[in-house]
């Protein structure tokens, strides 16, 4: 029970986080006077060290004990988000969101694996399936509530929140919880994640600021050599470890090769909507940051609350066919999120897309997650998991970088053309080009006239709009891909059945 409590808000305070920080974008690019660039780095910080390290932090779990482990990682993201909550500059709080990220390395894969440890195999699966409902709901309720915080309060408390909710998981878990290890002596793959850290980093680095600096600036090509490097480096040292923290044996499977490129595809997709889309509300459409957490709620409930019916189709229509007509729907819930402008009821604009794509998601994710556990041998799978997990995750990561540069380069084209057609001061036009990369967080310089700062004003909002509808057929793109994989690479039947039931699977990657 007491572990079931502990770990339920340890991992909510992860997910509400990582959920809560979006709506917050906004708030935090008016607060520090930032472009996109900056507000990127407050997502990629916090994703660069979790992709990095998770695999490390359940490694370390298993050798150096689950309990000891997922403690101290409570504590370092409790402590890293009174950091994020008392940062007086963007540098501070992307310092803060960094150390956040290696917390959460330790705290996400220590939940499931103290539930797994403390409970017997009877129990295993009810004990997985409450914490997987309860994360869902916390994870619903998250934008919601920390959109109510930024409203009303400051932005601030989205962190800050995560105070009272660790110390009773702290308490709870030095008290209730009892410590366990893997029996099995292992070693920790700390060249592997040395390498995967500087790939990872190398390559997110000349993604991001390459919007700022430029391609030739050398730092940029230097950290885009440092990620192929480290590309190349983590490859050859996982091809020969003794211990690899990601065996390559495993990608001998055509299914886990093909279930993790379709993850790869489709969660690149859902990266870059999350982080875009609460620009779109607030920004563009003035939702409160209330309303902008609210509409993606029924997204989470279709998935929580289709969760069981999907994970019962790979039984009923083998594994293929959902991995194939999943994707395809959410390239659909894409699509019509391209077709509002600005204005507009959300029921009739937003809330089609909102339906779709979770209707969508539900039907790929227990899939895929059973055919990422069937595809591999027993003693395998929580390897196979975390890996899978980690894609995820570094999709997200990269493509926020990548399609981030889309959107500006997209967002100051259109902005150049609109506002040739206005009659203003060079040196106003020249102001308006270069901080195009604050995207609709960008305002008519002062002293500018009325009427040309409503043209101006007009000009930002139709730049974002068309810019924005341009990553979203991106998006469509890459689900249809992904569609595509299923297609070619998934089996009909899994050989293994899924070690998770289905209500459990929604959670495990989240």
Not at 457 to 481: G, P, Y
Request: aromatic share 10%; net charge positive.
């Amino acid at each position: 029970m007491w572990v079931l409590v502990a770990t339920i808000l340890a991992s909510s305070m992860a997910f509400i986080d990582s959920t809560v920080v979006n709506v917050a974008l906004p708030a935090l690019q008016n607060s520090f006077a930032t472009s996109v660039v900056g507000v990127q780095w407050v997502v990629e910080s916090y994703g660069l060290s979790l992709a990095a390290l998770i695999l490390v932090g359940g490694s370390m779990g298993d050798l150096f004990g689950r309990r000891r482990m997922f403690l101290l990682g409570v504590l370092v993201f409790t402590i890293a988000s009174v950091a994020c909550g008392f940062a007086s500059s963007i540098g501070q709080l992307i310092a803060a969101r960094t150390i956040q990220g290696i917390g959460a390395a330790f705290l996400v894969p220590g939940s499931l694996a103290l539930i797994s440890s403390s409970f017997g195999e009877r129990e295993r699966g009810r004990a997985i399936g409450t914490w997987s409902g309860s994360t869902a709901i916390t994870t619903a309720i998250g934008p919601v509530l920390g959109g109510w915080l930024i409203e009303h309060l400051s932005w601030r408390w989205a962190f800050f929140i995560n105070v009272p909710l660790a110390a009773i998981v702290i308490v709870t878990s030095f008290w209730c919880v009892r410590e366990s290890s893997s029996r099995q002596h292992g070693r920790i793959d700390w060249l592997g994640a040395t390498a995967a850290t500087l790939s990872l980093t190398g390559l997110t680095f000349a993604f991001v600021e390459s919007t700022r600096l430029g391609w030739r600036h050398p730092l940029v090509l230097a950290s885009l050599l440092v990620g192929v490097a480290g590309t190349v480096a983590f490859l050859r040292i996982e091809a020969t470890a003794g211990a690899p923290m990601v065996p390559l044996s495993l990608f001998r499977s055509r299914a886990f090769t093909g279930a993790n490129l379709l993850t790869f595809s489709l969660y690149a997709a859902i990266g870059i909507f999350f982080f875009l889309l609460p620009l779109d509300l607030i920004q563009v459409q003035e939702y409160s940051a209330t309303m902008a957490g609210a509409a993606v709620l029924p997204l989470i409930l279709i998935m929580f609350l289709l969760s069981r019916w999907s994970g019962g189709l790979v039984s009923r229509y083998g594994a293929r066919v959902p991995l194939t007509a999943g994707p395809v729907i959410a390239a659909f819930g894409f699509f019509l999120f391209s077709v509002p402008s600005v204005g507009g009821s959300y029921w009739s604009t937003f809330f089609p897309g909102v339906v779709v794509l979770g209707l969508g998601m539900a039907v790929s994710v227990a899939p895929l997650t059973t055919v990422v556990m069937g595809s591999v041998d027993e003693d395998r799978v929580g390897t196979a998991s975390g890996i899978n997990n980690a894609v995820a995750r570094i999709a997200a990561l990269l493509a926020i970088a990548v399609l981030g540069i889309v959107m500006v380069g997209a967002f100051r084209e259109q902005l150049n053309r609109d506002v040739a057609l206005v009659t203003m001061p060079g040196d106003v036009r020249t102001q308006l080009q270069s901080n195009a990369s604050r995207l609709a967080g960008l305002r008519a310089p002062a002293g500018v006239d009325p009427v040309t700062a409503s043209a101006i004003e007009s000009s930002i909002v139709n730049s974002f709009v068309l810019s924005f509808r341009l990553v979203m057929w991106i998006c469509a793109a890459l689900a249809l891909a992904s569609a595509a994989i299923g297609a070619r690479m998934i089996p009909v039947s899994v050989s293994t059945a899924t070690r998770l039931s289905a209500g459990e699977t929604q959670r495990v990657r989240a």
